[in-house]
């Protein structure tokens, strides 16, 4: 039977998380039947791809975790009970601090797609431990984006792709990925205008590429090549806006003079674009009135990743789109993920840390050495390392180096399977969740849903489990809780006033925080995650007054707090919490001195290096390129784990061009070898006119074992199984899964499977 009522929750599949309705049915009423679009959502307005009809795959996986798990001598499991297992991974963790220090245990989650709130809670877990560093996927990607528009802007940038006028994706397929509101809507509205401009850099005829006016079909790895070519044709026909420049810039010299530099001819030959068509776009970038423009995981896992960061943020500069409507603006956010700043390295590797996160490639070298500072205990929260970093084979070897290994998960993950202990979280839908890639403008909006139902008999929200750790280490106590749930039943206004004064102001408590609003803040049964909130809207009303009193939540930081929370709370479709005005997006740009900084040395060497570098030699071992993880219609990382989710590409084909296929003599559905330096695997071909010979191209969020009628079955290829994690970008570490030199050879049908190439 199916409920007639329409439910307010989002969908968890990309960043955007797209408000939605949704009716339960089945006979506990826990299925996710039917979906739509939430009209009322205030940024995604009643949008839904179709990704999230398919989410009742997610919530009813058969590898779904229901009791703690611990690992015994022979390698299995023993369920345990929840006591036992919070007081003996809290004995266990606090063994590891006392004989080596907080900072060997390291925290690998924190939020990704729809699951943010338990990044939030863990960090009173972590402040007990006393552990320093952590990681995200966030360091697989965007680092090198961060790193750079911080340094340059004091932030990171979005853009206004429905005001524009010109809109440039570079390296981006947002047809599939999304990231930005309505993208398909969007992207149509676009296409169909005639006065609007639509520019893709990419080296596949994506579906974005498909509707563009303009396609730059890049050759796979030189994107530094063709983003030099375009900024040196805009200096050399003076297209720079100078009046911005000007006004906003306060080193644009050394810049100028290294695009003069550049050999546009040289460069538009490297990067396989017709010098013709480089300077057809060039003037179509700078001629703009109104130019947004997004970088994505084509570039940014690939080769020269942040010098091409560097050099998109100089086309931004130099054709002045910032500050307008339809150009890139500073989103004031209630959690800022995008902070770039950059001020410590790895212990072992020392290796650049970017916005508190250590690349994900060198995680394993830090591990795996006798070094003193090496990490010796990973807690592993909503993330599966073990599939989705490169080198996968490297990085299990890792895990099970480690004294000890804790994953918070809600499936028998890669990464749980290697684990000491697995405590079962709730999914999404079984506890209150939030949005935190909160980035539109001059309206930000933010959406607390609460769950849809009570978690089964078993599993736990991670809120809860980080408080009972909390407890276990005596990090709280009920003296320490009880004056504020006496607060609390005074109302909203009276709790905030005593949390302020109790919590903020004492070091010990303040670092706990989070899991002190979940114990004492008194919520509905059904939002009662949402708690820590309650921190980011006081935190928002003390650096972001202005803002928020646009938006309606004015008065003093405390009342504005109260103000927004409770709107949060009262509003499950998402509210308006930050008002801005784009006349302000320079004036409080935030540097020091709200300039630009268009110089940055160490990149500008790095330009002139790459320019002056040979062209590479291609290893006729490894003669092509594959771009490993392409999203595609039902590709969602490792979120969903039943292949049966997938309506199109099942077993996730490998497409090639006709050129190649020609060369191989094989057609669509037939096995080919894939062999990069680190394995080899049998897989069926997609044969398409999208792809250019010599570029391959595998989807993400595949090869995951799963329970069969028979036994776990494997579904496609894990692409990490064949990426290396040395290779990567020279400055912040990023991984060049889009850029992995590999060869195919035809494989006969009744052949049996090739063994896997050697390791090394």
Request: net charge negative.
């Amino acid at each position: 039977m199916t409920s007639t009522e329409w439910r307010p929750t989002a969908c968890i599949l990309c960043e955007c998380n797209c408000g939605l309705e949704v009716q339960l049915g089945g006979d506990d009423d826990r299925h996710l039947i039917r979906f739509r679009g939430d009209k009322r959502h205030p940024s995604s307005r009643g949008y839904a791809c179709e990704k999230p009809h398919r989410l009742d795959h997610y919530q009813h996986g058969r590898d779904r975790v229901t009791r703690p798990l611990r690992r015994r001598p022979d390698g299995g499991f023993d369920e345990i009970d929840w006591d036992t297992a919070i007081r003996e991974v809290a004995a266990r963790f606090a063994a590891v601090r006392d004989a080596h220090g907080g900072e060997s245990i390291f925290y690998y989650g924190g939020g990704g797609q729809g699951n943010h709130l338990p990044g939030a809670y863990a960090t009173a877990t972590r402040r007990t431990l006393g552990s320093r560093y952590r990681s995200s996927a966030l360091a697989q990607e965007k680092t090198g984006e961060f790193w750079v528009s911080t340094r340059m802007m004091g932030s990171a940038t979005r853009a206004d792709f429905e005001h524009c006028d010109v809109a440039l994706f570079l390296g981006k397929n947002p047809w599939h990925s999304h990231s930005i509101a309505r993208a398909r809507v969007t992207l149509k509205e676009l296409a169909q205008d005639p006065a609007r401009t639509l520019v893709v850099i990419d080296p596949r005829r994506t579906e974005t590429a498909a509707m563009a006016d303009v396609h730059l079909a890049v050759r796979p790895g030189t994107d530094a090549w063709l983003m030099a070519a375009i900024l040196a044709v805009i200096v050399e026909e003076d297209l720079v806006d100078h009046a911005f420049v000007a006004a906003h810039v306060v080193d644009a010299a050394p810049v100028l003079d290294a695009l003069r530099a550049v050999p546009i001819a040289a460069c538009c030959a490297r990067s396989g674009v017709a010098e013709a068509d480089v300077r057809r776009a060039a003037r179509l970038l700078a001629g703009a009135r109104a130019l947004a423009s997004f970088e994505d995981l084509g570039v940014q896992m690939n080769r020269g990743s942040t010098l091409v960061s560097y050099l998109h943020r100089l086309l931004i500069v130099l054709t002045g789109s910032l500050g307008r409507p339809g150009t890139h603006f500073v989103p004031t956010t209630l959690v800022d993920i995008a902070n770039g700043a950059s001020t410590k390295t790895s212990p072992v590797a020392e290796a650049r840390i970017v916005g508190g996160l250590v690349p994900c490639n060198v995680i394993a070298d830090e591990i795996l050495t006798d070094h003193p500072a090496r990490y010796r205990a990973m807690l592993v929260e909503a993330a599966n390392p073990a599939h989705s970093l490169a080198d996968s084979k490297r990085f299990r070897e890792a895990l099970r180096a480690l004294d000890l290994l804790v994953v918070i998960d809600v499936a028998m993950s890669e990464t749980a399977q290697l684990a000491d202990y697995v405590l079962p979280a709730a999914t999404q839908f079984e506890k209150a969740e939030a949005t935190f890639f909160n980035f539109e403008f001059p309206a930000n909006t933010f959406q607390l849903r609460p769950r849809l139902f009570a978690p089964p008999p078993g599993p736990l929200p991670e809120a809860e489990i980080h408080a009972r750790l909390a407890e276990a280490w005596g990090a709280i106590t009920e003296d320490d809780l009880a004056p504020l749930r006496a607060a609390a039943a005074e109302g909203l206004a009276a709790y905030a006033q005593a949390f302020m004064a109790r919590v903020a102001m004492h070091p010990r408590l303040s670092a706990q925080a989070p899991v002190i609003l979940y114990r004492t803040l008194a919520l509905p049964e059904a939002l009662r995650e949402g708690a820590v909130v309650l921190g980011l809207a006081a935190k928002a009303a003390l650096e972001r007054p202005a803002s928020l009193a646009r938006a309606g939540f004015g008065g003093s930081p405390l009342e504005a707090a109260v103000a927004l929370f409770t709107a949060i709370v009262e509003h499950p479709e998402g509210v308006v919490f930050a008002v801005d005005a784009w006349d302000g997006v320079l004036r409080d740009l935030p540097t020091p001195d709200h300039k630009i900084r268009a110089a940055l040395p160490d990149l500008l060497d790095e330009l002139a290096a790459v320019l002056a570098a040979p062209a590479e030699v291609v290893d006729p071992a490894f003669p092509m390129v594959l771009s490993a993880g392409e999203r595609r219609s039902f590709t969602a990382n490792t979120i969903i784990r039943d292949p049966a989710w997938r309506k199109k590409d099942a077993g996730g084909a490998l497409r090639i061009s006709p050129a190649d296929a020609a060369a191989l003599g094989v057609v669509d559905g037939d096995p080919v070898r894939l062999t990069t330096r680190r394995d080899a695997v049998v897989v069926a071909v997609e044969v398409t006119d999208t792809m250019q010979p010599g570029h391959l191209a595998l989807p993400n969020g595949l090869g995951l074992g799963y329970p069969g009628p028979d036994g776990e079955i494997t579904t496609g290829v894990a692409p990490n199984e064949l990426t290396a994690s040395d290779d990567r970008d020279r400055f912040v570490g990023t991984p060049w899964h889009k850029h992995v030199p590999a060869r195919i050879e035809r494989v006969d049908r009744t052949a049996p499977a090739p063994a896997p190439a050697p390791a090394g």
